[in-house]
């Protein structure tokens, strides 16, 4: 009933000259609010606001008409600069953006009455979030585990609706767009800011580190620099493909770019994570040529800058990882005494506390430690239990995509996001990112590229029974 309700109502996407008629009254509100602005002398909020109602009536059309190009594209966007974002103590822009995402492409589902089949990943994402949401019950403090399974739950959420939701070319293009221009803005405000910021500049030239700063709000280092890699994954590919000199050599100019942000910020996963992407494209696609190129300029840009990444890759071993190691061994000393359960998602700052003296810190790190390991605070907070679904979840997203075999026309879809999902995986191993958005990125734009091979199969059945009947 309800689906047949949704799919009587008008809809923008059919409705002849609906699109000539909203650009006219958006067009008729821009110079109301011209007209206001030279008559007044508005903050910046005022205009903001203002801005966003003119905008509406076209914002409305594009998302009942391309719910993936808006709100999601703007979320795609966003996602790098998540931290930065915050409209309350409860959420960011993106988280509101994401929530919006969703039901709007529920409402187009119904609406088209068009749906694909879940992939395998789902009911892997699905069994690991009631494990999840089990789990709190024995968990130290319940509050903090169930903010935790409200953060899982609205990623796998829109991460499913994502993942069965029907979805063109033409949109998916747009997605990977937004995509590097998100890693572009990224890599701009953060060579800014390395450059021209006290805050950044208050350690001295020999030991800073890239920290992007708005207010009181930050974004880790190594979380930016993974953030990237994506962005990499996307543009490498472009730049590959093309036969362009122009745009080879724009492309050229925006990985340089991004690599160089990564090397300004010093994460050494980071680098590590670009070696992976980068090397995996090199090992799956016929451009070796042009990889190896790739790589020798992104080697002598990150030598050519005075950055803290290759003293942080001198001092890795004796320092344990800047005490990664010994984080890790607290982690496992905590799984031994636990290891089928765990202790309840959210559990590893306390736990970690609770085991912290019972392992020689050869570099001390401090108490109340974040895990700086996927595997180990997966183990730790959900047992044996939770790395088999979270292993079941990452091994069945990639997996996905093993129906693009060599003749399709998307095939270096999959080895760019391939090449993504095992750089995130690598980078995993040092830091804990099952909750970080720019993962959930990675792991939705796999699963569309799944539903893209599987409308270029059914394509091709329909091609052959055509051919057949005549």
């Known amino acids: 009933m309800l689906t047949r309700a949704i799919a009587k109502l008008p809809f923008p996407g059919r409705a ?26 508005p903050t910046p909020v005022h205009i903001g606001v203002a801005a966003a109602i003119v905008l509406l009536p076209v914002a409305a059309y594009v998302a009942l008409a391309h719910p993936m190009l808006f709100p999601y594209g703007l979320y795609v966007l966003l996602v790098p600069l998540d931290n ?14 994401g929530m919006v995402s969703g039901l709007v492409l529920v409402f187009w589902c119904l609406r088209m009455r068009r749906i694909e089949l879940p992939p395998r990943s789902v009911y892997a994402l699905v069994a690991l979030l009631c494990w999840c949401f089990l789990s709190v019950a024995w968990a130290p403090s319940q509050t903090d585990s169930m903010e935790w399974v409200r953060q899982y739950v609205s990623l796998g959420l829109l991460y499913i609706a994502l993942s069965v939701t029907p979805i063109s070319r033409s949109d998916f293009r747009w ?77 050229l100019a925006g990985l340089g770019f991004m690599a160089a942000t990564i090397a ?44 803290t990444l290759w003293t942080r890759l001198s001092d890795a071993i004796s320092t344990g ?12 000393d905590a799984f031994e005494h636990n290891w089928l359960l765990g202790y309840g998602l959210g559990s590893f700052p306390s736990v970690y506390d609770r085991f912290y003296l019972h392992v020689y810190q050869a570099y001390t790190n401090g108490w109340t430690s974040p895990p700086h390991n996927l595997l180990i605070q997966v183990g730790v907070e959900l ?12 091994v069945t997203t990639f997996t996905g995509l093993r129906g693009i075999g060599p003749e ?34 990675v792991f939705t734009l796999a699963a569309q590229v799944r539903l893209l091979g599987i409308q270029e199969a059914r394509e091709r059945r329909a091609a052959a029974l055509s051919e057949a009947d005549s």
């Open 175 to 251: 997605l990977l767009a937004f995509t590097v221009i998100g890693g572009l803005v990224t890599a701009a405000i953060g060579a800014h800011q390395f450059y021209s910021n006290p805050l950044v500049r208050a350690d001295g030239l020999a030991v800073r580190r890239l920290i992007i700063h708005a207010g009181n709000a930050s974004i880790d280092p190594n979380a930016m620099s993974d953030s990237l890699l994506l962005p990499i994954a996307v543009l490498a590919m472009g730049v590959l493909r093309t036969r362009w000199i122009t745009l080879k050599l724009l492309g």
């Open 16 to 41: 002849a000259g609906a699109l000539p008629i909203l650009a006219g009254a958006t067009a008729i509100g821009a110079v109301v609010l011209l007209c206001a602005l030279l008559l007044a002398k």
């Open 264 to 307: 300004l910020s010093g994460s050494r996963e980071g680098l590590v994570g670009l070696i992976v992407v980068i090397g995996y494209l090199g090992w799956r696609t016929r451009y070796r040529i042009q990889i190896a190129i790739l790589a020798a300029a992104t080697l002598a840009t990150s030598l050519a800058l005075h950055t």
């Open 383 to 394: 047992g044996v239990v939770g790395i088999v679904l979270v292993t079941w979840f990452i």
């Open 408 to 441: 399709s026309e998307i095939r270096d879809y999959r080895i760019m996001m391939e090449a993504a999902l095992l750089g995130l995986f690598v980078v995993s191993m040092f830091i804990g990112l099952f909750t970080d958005k720019y993962a959930w990125l």
């Open 321 to 332: 990882g800047a005490g990664r190691v010994a984080i890790w061994r607290v982690g496992l």
């Open 84 to 97: 930065l974002l915050a409209v309350s103590s409860s959420g960011t822009l993106t988280k509101l953006l």
